[in-house]
């Protein structure tokens, strides 16, 4: 079986800035992989190229050995990868359980329309990240940061990604929420899920990953186990570079 | 689906009342309620597209007009018959429809209402000076046959039209295609970020939108029988459509309704006090005033007095 | 084709006068204000009112014209645009209602029928053979000025450099110290007065009548889709495209027509280039 995520040679540039410079890496089946990095050093970027959301310069994103570079977003996660965000993004005017609805929907108005939804899967959803039954008729103006990246998480969820890609699931978040997103990170692992994470929360991070790929101005510096790429000099002069 | 059983009995109730109401108004009243059943159709159609998925059209005059105008053309120059010709009518608007909607997907925000505005402005040129002798040029076409005769007979088409439209309209919104077409007026990104295609679903929304206003400008033409140029592509008639749509509360059904119904008649019942222009000034004046205070609209008070209501007689 | 370069220059100049003030909103104010149209009705009217009703002089009938419209562009802003917290979609349909309740103002007050304002300047001459009247000579020449006393008022003045500095980040303009509610402010001012002094030449190139705002916004619409946000001159390059289409369309092909071009140009702009010609793009 083909490799859930390779990024080959992927690169992007904004005039003359290199955001993305040639990186290559790839994510193997149930594998869990920290993306590290000082601020701006492009790994939102690589989400976001892996998504399609930017279109990158140079370079190929294959997705259990489909090329997936010049679909479009919608495209990309019917093919199996979905994205939280570092700024959470709810349907403002909508209650819980509605957000996790547009992330089950089918791709095809026609059975948007005939077929019902499955309220079963919501409420699970619902609870799998945290909320009570309660929650599901809150909106979005009601909840903590904490419970719109639970939400955000629900909802990413819910499109049935087979690559989840987080992206600081940890930022806001209490000690209590942070070990609850945690446990639900561990649990879906048994389960299989492959991930790609981007955390400033390095201890909260280290026991959910198998392996890191540390990223400064946009090129690829070191890789390995999380340890090992932390205590890399590279690695550790950039951050106290950045910091 | 979320269907309650006091949703059927409130249609149920509006219907028996809509259906009754010839035995006790007079004619002239009448009269002005079909207008309200058209305005009304007109402002959901307005709302299914720009009401949900918060792009703002300018141009439905543009549908309705082509609506009106492609059955007054058949039948009156073709002697096409009105069961063929409304069908006809209906599919090109939809067809104009798409042609509009295709510069429409690559842009957003304030220019998505600019170019509609400018197709209307087009169509109302073009109507005046391309083939006038089918299109009647600037005075327009006269004389369209009728469908029915008389105020009781034309009520009840408009009334029916009406309530096909709101009913069908209203079951399609409480499907899941409402809530993904409101989740794109919340969020478009997010809508596409769970797998979505928001252009497909912001194609189907604009032709279900033509649908209807093709429908209702079609019967529109063979109910007042005589359209023009400027009383069709026109920022007046856009004015009342949006205006009803959102004093009425956008994004439901009922919303437009109560809109065109209360619009209309608070133009009729200010007619007795002041005969004149006044009356258009204070029309709009409490238009904007009722906007500014409350841009859900009459819908969102109506919600807020109930609850306030139910926590008197709670408490 | 002297003729048509002539009528084209003058046209054009007219229309670059319309469409500055609604390009200035859009690109300080980032809202259409679709109230814009309904300047240029006050100006016109005011004017008609001041110096052919009351019989006042010609330049203090245009003074107060101006006057007027910058107190309308000031309302505007404090009673609408202020309270919708610069809700776009809302302050677009409640200036769209509000130029409605306007256009039903101006019937109340002067009544439902065209009237004819008489030149601001009398007199024609003669310029290659086409008679040029020197109220749209006038018109011309007034807008060139107003255009190039805008640019530089903009580019050289620190008030103008401030608001360029809004209109391109808000944010970053109030932490460098510019409070972007004035300069909101202003702007509506300067846009509503340049509204009002265009509305009085508008209307004496035309007429007055009640629904004459639709035309003048549609101009200033088509200039700012074509020309693209914030750049004076872009507005002046487009407004002459405009204009010449116009003449040209009228001359060569049928009077009727005059405006279908502008409005195929502002869908094909829209569909090839949709942040105009000459604006500049989005920063995300």
Known sequence: ?243 | MNIRWYHFALWAAFMAVMFALPEFVSRGTLRTVIFANFLAIFAISWDVLSGRTGYISFGHPFLIGIGAYTTAILTKRFDVAIEASIPIAVIVTMIAGFIVFLPALRIKGSYFALVTLAFMELMYQLVQVIRPDLTGGTRGISGIQGITRGAVNGYYLSLTLLLVVAVTVWLVMRTRVGTALSAIGMNEESVRGSGLDTTKLKLFAFLFSALIAGLGGAFYAHYVGAIAPRALFDINFLFTIIVAALIGGAATTAGPIIGAFFLTFLLEYLRPYLPGAERYFIYGGVALLLYMYQPKGIIALLETMKDRIIRRSST | MLQIIIQGLLLSGLYALIAVGFTLIFSVGRVLNLAYGAYLMIGGYAFFFFSQQLGLPILLGVILAGVLGCLAGLLKYRLLVIPLKGDHVAIEISTLILAVVIQAGIVLLFGDSPKVLLPIVPGVTQIAGASVTFNILTATLVSWAILISLYLFIKKTHLGRAMQAVSMDKKGAAISGVNPDHINMLTWGISGTLGAVAGVFFASYTQLSPSMWVAPLIIAVAVVIVGGIGSIIGTLIVAHIIGFMEVIAVAEIAPELRGVFTMLLIIAVLIIRPQGLFGREEIQ
């Open chain 1, 1 to 243: 079986m083909s490799s859930p995520l390779v990024i080959s040679n992927l690169r992007k540039t904004f005039g003359g800035l290199v955001a993305t410079n040639d990186v290559s890496f790839s994510v193997a089946q149930g594998e869990s992989l920290a993306l590290i990095g000082p601020n701006g050093a492009g790994k939102t970027t690589i989400f976001s190229q892996i998504m399609g959301e930017l279109r990158q310069t140079a370079g190929t994103i294959t997705l259990f050995g489909n090329e997936i570079s010049k679909l479009s977003t919608p495209a990309r996660i019917r093919e199996g990868v979905s994205r939280t965000y570092q700024v959470p993004r709810p349907f403002g005017e909508m209650t819980v359980a509605e957000n996790i609805r547009v992330g089950l929907m089918p791709d095809n108005i026609w059975h948007m329309i005939t077929r019902s939804g499955n309220a079963d899967r919501e409420l699970e959803l619902a609870l799998s990240v945290g909320f009570s039954e309660d929650d599901l008729k809150r909106t979005p103006s009601e909840l903590s940061m904490g419970d719109l990246r639970k939400l955000e998480m629900a909802r990413t969820m819910a499109t049935g990604p087979r690559v989840m890609l987080l992206d600081e699931v940890f930022a806001g978040l209490t000690v209590g929420e942070i070990a609850q997103i945690a446990a639900l990170i561990q649990q879906m692992r048994k389960d299989g899920m492959t991930f790609l994470i981007v955390s400033h929360d390095l201890k909260a991070l280290e026991p959910l990953v198998d392996r890191a790929i540390a990223i400064e101005q946009g090129t690829h510096i070191a890789e390995g186990p999380f340890a090992q790429v932390m205590a890399d000099d590279a690695v550790r002069a950039s951050y106290l570079g950045a910091a």
